[in-house]
């Protein structure tokens, strides 16, 4: 295998991992918590949601894997695409420079293969950070949609921010800031669902 191909295959080998789905960011926050003994609303007023949890309990965990898993496919096709137009040009500069070229034609050919490879790494690398990019508008779109009906649980619980364990650390969490379960059946509410359903569905494709 000449070098151009090896960096073809290699490159090539960027997008055909499937990315799992995960809601977190790459910053974190460490944040304590606050607890108290009564029944009182717990001090802080900080309510904490599990993003990842609440995606598995409404079935969204899998339909946003499957939309990233469809664009990854995508982005595959193109660049394979781009892999076999790459390698066709190559070969019709190496049949156009016969079966005995000579040392400068044999330069000529390395130049084109490095040219070649550079552009085929160029699609790739794009392709692999458009797949990122996606796999972000995804997870903001489903944050959107959760920080209207987060906001309002909060409130009604005298709570005054939201936070996410995907975001941060949480040394002691009192059971009365977790918002998750709440949050989670409110949104089968707006979405007219059962829990059962969705916990059967999920179950069905484990």
Known sequence: MNAFLKILVSSACIL??????????ADSDAVAVATTQDGATPAGGVAVVDLDEVARRIGRDQQMGRRIEQFREQKNQEVAAAQTLLQQQLKQFQDSLGDSPT???QQQLGVVQRKLAGDFTSVAQQA????????????HEYRDELRPLAREIAARRGLQVVITHQDSFQLVVDPRCDITEELSERLLEVAGRPAAEVDAGSLSQR
């Open 128 to 139: 692999s950070s458009a797949l990122n990019e996606f796999k972000q508008t995804v997870i």
């Open 16 to 25: 055909l991992i499937a990315t799992g789905v995960g809601c977190q960011r």
């Open 103 to 105: 040392p400068e034609q």
